[in-house]
């Protein structure tokens, strides 16, 4: 069951602006990831369906945060079809994210109140994700969809959408400047913030400070487009 409320989930994600995405297939590398990224000032985050036995991981990762008391908010990425999302959600999963859209795994996030953030690359996805009750939907993969231009062409017509690009979004002020100007209520970031040598060289101060930093810069980019 997962312990914050869609309303938490969702709320928070919208106050910070910033989702850090990862996969880690060592569960004592992966609590560190989350350590760090809690350092840093980010609560939302995403661990990826990518690797065997990843649910796994999740669920013995969300365990201990949830003994802990951790004010992490973990979910669920990369998840497809229903089977798998039930499989993290009874795990723990406070979230759950995926590259599509689909109607049942909508369905089953409806009926377990979990907020279900799908990846869509075109209005017509957008609006039907929103009809089955996404509150926010993942552009992905953000920069071949069109980059921030999408995002502010999509709220031309649909200024309601709540739009979160992930993929082509880089740990940079221009980067992230771009994105939340045009539009976007939060970023993903990857690979790029929680890069593989930093991992590999337990440099986790690194990726706190990182986080940190894209977290000012989301701040910023917001008080920007609203002057």
């Not at 279900?116 to 969809?145: L, M, R, S």
């Not at 709540?162 to 940079?172: A, D, E, W, Y």
Request: overall charge neutral.
């Amino acid at each position: 069951m997962a312990r914050f409320s869609r309303l938490e989930v969702l709320t928070e994600l919208m106050r910070g602006g910033l989702v850090p995405l990862f996969y880690e297939g060592d569960l004592q590398v992966a609590r560190k990831i989350v350590e760090a990224c809690l350092e840093g000032g980010a609560r939302v985050l995403e661990f990826t369906n990518r690797g065997d036995f990843a649910w796994q991981v999740f669920s013995e990762l969300e365990k201990g945060l949830a003994q802990a008391n951790s004010p992490a908010i973990l979910g669920a990425g990369t998840v497809d079809d229903a089977p798998t999302a039930a499989l993290f959600i009874a795990s723990g999963a406070n979230f759950i994210v995926a590259p599509t859209f689909n109607v049942e795994v909508a369905r089953l996030c409806n009926r377990r109140k979990i907020p279900y953030i799908p990846g869509c690359a075109t209005v017509t996805e957008i609006a039907t994700a929103e009809e089955w009750g996404a509150e926010v939907c993942k552009v992905f993969p953000g920069q071949q969809v069109g980059g921030p231009e999408f995002i502010r062409a999509v709220h031309g017509p649909r200024p309601w959408s709540n739009l979160m690009p992930t993929g082509g979004v880089s740990p940079t002020r221009e980067s992230i400047y771009a994105w939340i100007e045009a539009g976007a209520c939060a970023v993903g970031l990857g690979s790029q913030l929680i890069s593989k040598q930093r991992v590999r060289q337990a440099e986790y101060a690194r990726v706190s400070e990182d986080v940190r930093q894209a977290l000012v810069w989301v701040q910023e980019a917001r008080q920007a487009r609203k002057s």
